[in-house]
């Protein structure tokens, strides 16, 4: 779980911006892109690479 603490010194904005590069480090709007959808294994497999 991603956690972005504001202290009296971080401005909402401040932290706002360290929250979406967290998600963007971490892959978690990609993954919330591939699951929003049904996708079968083997287009997984066939995106993926694997034979």
Known sequence: ??????????????????FKKQCQKDGFLVELKERRFYSKPSDRKRKKGGK
């Open 1 to 18: 779980m991603l956690e972005v603490k504001i202290n009296d010194k971080n401005s909402f904005e401040k932290a706002m911006r360290q």
